[in-house]
């Protein structure tokens, strides 16, 4: 028979009661394995049936006068040399909040608040990528844009912009 010190009597009680029934119980509640895909899509879409529509966003409604064209601007602070963070900036001074984007920090998915609008006008900040993703997205996911075709105006904050100086060559 094995001598067990005082010390080591509670590294035992635990040890026993880890491989006891109820440890192992415990643990499998603690540790779940993970489930089939069926069970997980069964899952979300319980999870999408207890969704209230009063958890959903509020629709947001804009009072703009006839004639009046809304711009958005849609910056990526991190663009080229970091410029992206001083013209926000300069844009919050002139501009609404809410119609000012930083694509890192809110997403393009912030675009789909005024497909509603008429005559809406984008300026993109940002280099050759942040330009084409904002582009491509609105092509893609904003069908009501597509068809109208927003005029789309370039900053160039990127380190080569080479989207913005082959257009200018254009012109």
């Not at 006008?121 to 050759?128: H, M, N, P, S, T």
């Not at 582009?135 to 075709?149: D, G």
């Amino acid at each position: 028979m094995t001598k067990v010190l005082p010390k080591n009597v509670s590294r035992l009680k635990r040890f026993q009661k880890f491989f006891s029934k109820e440890g192992l119980r415990s643990l499998k509640k603690r540790f779940k394995t993970s489930k089939s895909p069926k069970e997980d899509e069964k899952e979300k879409e319980k999870d999408k049936e207890k969704e209230s529509p009063e958890s959903k966003e509020p629709e947001i409604k804009f009072n703009i006068a006839e004639g009046k064209c809304p711009l958005i601007v849609l910056i990526n602070v991190r663009s080229g040399a970091q410029l992206g963070a001083n013209f926000i900036k300069q844009f919050y001074h002139f501009l609404n909040p809410i119609q000012i984007i930083d694509i890192i920090e809110e997403g393009l998915e912030k675009l789909k608040i005024f497909t509603q609008l008429p005559n809406i006008k984008i300026v993109v900040g940002g280099g050759d990528g942040s330009i084409g993703s904002v582009v491509s997205y609105i092509k893609k996911e904003i069908p009501e844009w597509a068809e109208k075709h927003p005029p789309v105006a370039i900053l160039p904050l990127g380190t080569g912009n080479d989207l913005s100086i082959h257009i200018r060559a254009l012109i």
